[in-house]
């Protein structure tokens, strides 16, 4: 098995004629965090969606290089399969409406084999919401639907939502974007622990989360990845311009 959950590379992505991706190499470590940073525009969503097929839903895209995760081309394999082990949560909130709080988290649980009867599947949900520290403000609401809910806890039903599938790699996108700095903290100490049993790329655009999270970073600018490398090298001592503007804040 290799050390690696994901290998790019020469990824080039195109949309209409946007150049969105230029030649984008990276490897990802088991059980480790991955932060992608970079300002707005420069491809931070659109490299997740390559890492579980979401650009398949993108009209007119046009995507070139090579994808590998958990050992297989991704271009090779049954997407849904795919998206049964990587997992993303994207950057708007996007629970079920129609289902309830409960079967938002119940139903990956249910769909990739969790839980085998109901006191499991209550247990994974419990376990989820917990993570995301969601539990004690839904424990009595359960059967509520997600329009009753805040953004922020709708953000963190649908972390909460992923984490129920247990898959093998996660990915977020700028998952607290919503979430008040206290109950970030506490996701981010729970990111932290889950990377025991998965790996994490995760894209935001604060410089100060990703000290607190990362393993590694990735600054990714105009679709190219200037700098790459363990968190405290690159925070400490970033060597390339780009880099050191981003963490200034200057772009
Ligand atoms: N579905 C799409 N249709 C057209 N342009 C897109 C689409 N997705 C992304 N783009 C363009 O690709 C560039 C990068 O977008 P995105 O990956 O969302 O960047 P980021 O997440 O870093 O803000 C932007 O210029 C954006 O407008
Ligand atoms: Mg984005």
């Avoid at 790019?8 to 490897?27: A, F, T």
């Avoid at 949900?125 to 059967?143: G, I, Q």
């Avoid at 206290?182 to 604060?206: A, C, G, Q």
Wanted: with cysteine; proline share 5%.
């Amino acid at each position: 098995m290799s050390a690696y959950a994901i290998e790019v590379s020469n990824l080039r992505v195109r949309v209409r004629g946007l150049d969105v991706l230029r030649g984008v190499d990276l490897k990802v470590r088991r059980n480790t965090i991955l932060v992608i940073m970079g300002p707005s525009g420069s491809g931070k969503s659109t490299l997740l969606r390559t890492l579980n097929r979401l650009t398949d839903f993108i009209d007119g895209i046009n995507v070139e290089g090579s994808v590998v995760v958990l050992g297989r081309d991704v271009f090779t394999i049954d997407p849904c399969e795919l998206r049964r082990k990587v997992v993303l949560v994207s950057q708007e909130p996007n629970p079920f409406p129609h289902m309830t709080i409960f079967d938002n988290v119940a139903l990956p649980a249910k769909l990739n084999g969790i839980a085998r009867n109901k006191q499991e599947l209550y247990e994974v949900v419990k376990w989820a919401l917990e993570k995301v520290m969601l539990w004690d403000e839904v424990k009595n609401r359960l059967r509520d639907y997600p329009h009753s809910l805040s953004g922020g806890q709708r953000q963190r039903l649908c972390l909460a939502r992923a984490l129920a599938a247990k898959p093998e790699i996660l990915l977020l996108d700028e998952p607290t974007a919503n979430i008040d700095p206290s109950n970030t903290f506490k996701i981010e100490e729970s990111l932290r622990e889950l990377r025991e049993e998965l790996t994490i790329v995760m894209v935001t655009h604060m410089p100060h989360q990703a000290v607190r999270v990362a393993d590694h970073v990735a600054l990714l600018y105009d679709g190219i990845i200037v700098e790459e490398g363990p968190a405290k090298e690159v925070f400490m001592n970033p060597k390339n311009d780009i880099t050191n503007k981003f963490l200034r804040g200057a772009i």
